[in-house]
């Protein structure tokens, strides 16, 4: 891509045969754009895991370079061992490593982090996978403080972690203080920001909530505004996500990564606004 950057795209499992079919027109279509490479996410404690498998091992005999998100979740070590070695055996070269979230009714056991999923996965399969980590401009919603905050993702990094993709965010001075703050501990290690397009308000609204990213006031107000005229909502979304996307890459950003919610559009609108 130009002047070095990276993109990338992200998509869910689909639970359902039309989603299923529906994502396989996405991504031919996301794909004709040349991204770098296309992440699939992975449900609390593994619950999508052979769909996550599924849709990965489809979209690299397609030739399409993609990434599984892995956490532990539930699993054990032979486990993980197992679908390690699927994956690269699949030809698969990337992995975004997370430390997910345990699903309903398995509390009792122990959360295994980020930083330990990265030693595992550099213990057992050494340098084979590029190891994408997740990074949080505006606080992970667990973390005791900012500063413990970067200390987490250098510690990520320090154990054998790539690069970070960071959680969507509309305000461009918190990404651009996080990287100085990350500069200043000592973190040498590219961090990509993750945007994320606006297509329904009252569900960016949720979720934003539920994940700590913060809606500033000024656009939640001018979101609100548009009531249901969905359309006017989402042309002014992707010419505020675009700015920001200028803005960032303009400041040194080393690339985007989107999360695309399984649409062609905004997503694409967004890329050809760019100059992509």
């Known amino acids: 891509m130009s002047d070095n950057k990276r993109f990338s795209f992200e998509f869910f499992p689909p639970k359902t045969d039309a989603g299923r079919e529906k994502l396989k027109t996405v991504r031919a279509e996301l ?8 992440s699939v ?8 895991r052979d769909n996550t498998k599924g849709i990965v091992f489809e979209m690299i005999a397609d030739g399409i ?3 599984p998100h892995l956490s532990f979740g539930g ?9 390690l070695n699927e994956y690269k055996q699949a030809g698969v070269t990337r992995i975004v490593a997370l430390r997910g979230d345990l699903p309903s009714g398995m509390g009792a056991q122990r959360l295994v982090y980020a930083e330990e999923l990265v030693q595992f996965i550099r213990e057992n399969t050494g340098d084979h996978f590029h190891l994408e980590v997740a990074a949080y401009p505006e606080v992970h919603p667990d973390a005791p403080s ?3 905050d970067i200390e987490y993702l250098k510690r990520k990094l320090d154990a054998g972690a790539n690069s970070a993709i960071t959680q969507y965010f509309y305000n461009l001075d918190a990404y651009l203080y996080f990287i100085d703050q990350c500069n200043k501990a000592g973190i040498d290690k590219p961090i ?3 945007i994320m397009p606006i297509t329904n308000y009252q569900n960016l609204a949720r979720f934003s909530a539920n994940c700590g990213a913060e809606i500033p006031r000024w656009l939640a107000k001018k979101l609100e505004s548009f009531g249901d005229d969905k359309e006017s909502l989402v042309a002014f979304g992707c010419d505020i996500v675009t ?4 803005q960032l890459l303009e400041s040194g950003a080393p690339g985007l990564h989107f999360y695309t919610m399984n649409q062609i559009e ?4 967004i890329w050809k606004n760019l100059g992509l």
């Open 31 to 38: 794909n004709k754009l040349g991204p770098d490479f296309f």
């Open 41 to 48: 996410t992975y449900g609390a404690g593994g619950s999508t």
């Open 65 to 67: 370079a993609t990434a």
């Open 75 to 83: 699993d054990d070590e032979t486990s993980m061992l197992n679908l």
């Open 146 to 148: 900012y500063e413990k």
């Open 192 to 194: 990509y920001p993750g």
């Open 243 to 246: 700015k920001l996307c200028e």
């Open 266 to 269: 905004p997503n694409k609108t």
